[in-house]
């Protein structure tokens, strides 16, 4: 069973860089996509990015310019760096496996099958 | 960029009772494949959120048959047979075509 595990500091001055680890364990992160959401206190749920264990990179046009998305291989895990953060970037903060759930002719579909429990970041001075 | 809008945007239901969801895209989803590129996905209070239904009407393992997703191009809707007290929680559309959208979100609760 593949569980996830989001980590990394609560609290962020603004300006500055929010960074976060999510530690898989149970399976390995080759050959997945893996994900980062974030939930806005009072809004709805916010797609980030994914990141493919070959390295690919895909981002939210409108966070594109300050995410970064990496991944460790030898330590099993992935992680996100958002720099110049503000008070609109604080939230839960979810790490999500994105596996393939059905082939279709020659495409595979993708969906998020399996989620860390969230962590919370505020960005305050 | 595809913009995703949900009706209603809060939902009381009588337990037993069915209960419908609707989801709106700014432009079609349908793939040259011929499916539809549209997750619903529920986030209990408390608990992160899970997959419920992929590419518009396919149950995601584990999910009870209560739970259908249909349509097609701009629109979809998620309807649930019979409510049950688990079932509270906001539900989430996504489209999966262009990058990801959420839609805002149908808090679902218990009358």
Redesign the interface.
């Known amino acids: 069973q593949v569980q996830l595990q989001e980590s990394g500091p609560g609290l962020v001055k603004p300006s500055e860089t929010l960074s976060l680890t999510c530690g898989v364990s149970g399976g390995s992160i080759i050959n997945y996509y893996w994900?980062w959401?974030r939930?806005p206190p009072g809004k709805?749920?916010?797609?980030i990015g994914?990141i493919h264990s070959s390295g690919s990179t895909?981002?939210?046009?409108s966070l594109k310019s300050r995410v970064t998305l990496s991944l460790d291989t030898s330590k099993n895990q992935f992680s996100l760096k958002m720099t110049s953060v503000t008070a609109a970037d604080t939230a839960v903060y979810?790490c999500?496996r994105v596996s393939v759930?059905?082939t279709?002719?020659s495409?595979n579909?993708?969906?998020?099958?399996v989620?860390?429990?969230?962590t919370t970041v505020i960005v305050s001075s | 960029d595809i913009v995703m809008t949900q009706s209603p945007l809060s939902l009381s239901v009588t337990p037993g009772e069915p209960a419908s969801i609707s989801c709106r895209s700014s432009q079609s989803l349908l793939h040259r494949s011929g499916y539809n590129y549209l997750d619903w996905y529920l986030q209990k209070p408390g608990q992160s959120p899970q997959l419920l239904i992929y590419l518009a009407s396919n149950r995601a393992s584990g999910v009870p048959d209560r739970f259908s997703g249909s349509g097609s191009g701009t629109d979809y809707t998620l309807k649930i047979s019979r409510v049950e007290a688990e079932d509270v929680g906001v539900y989430y559309c996504m489209q999966t075509l262009q990058t990801r959208t959420f839609g805002p979100g149908t808090k679902v609760d218990i009358k």
């Open positions: 994900s959401v939930l709805g749920l916010e797609w994914y895909n981002y939210n046009p979810y999500a759930v059905a279709i002719v495409y579909y993708h969906s998020m099958d989620w860390g429990q969230g």
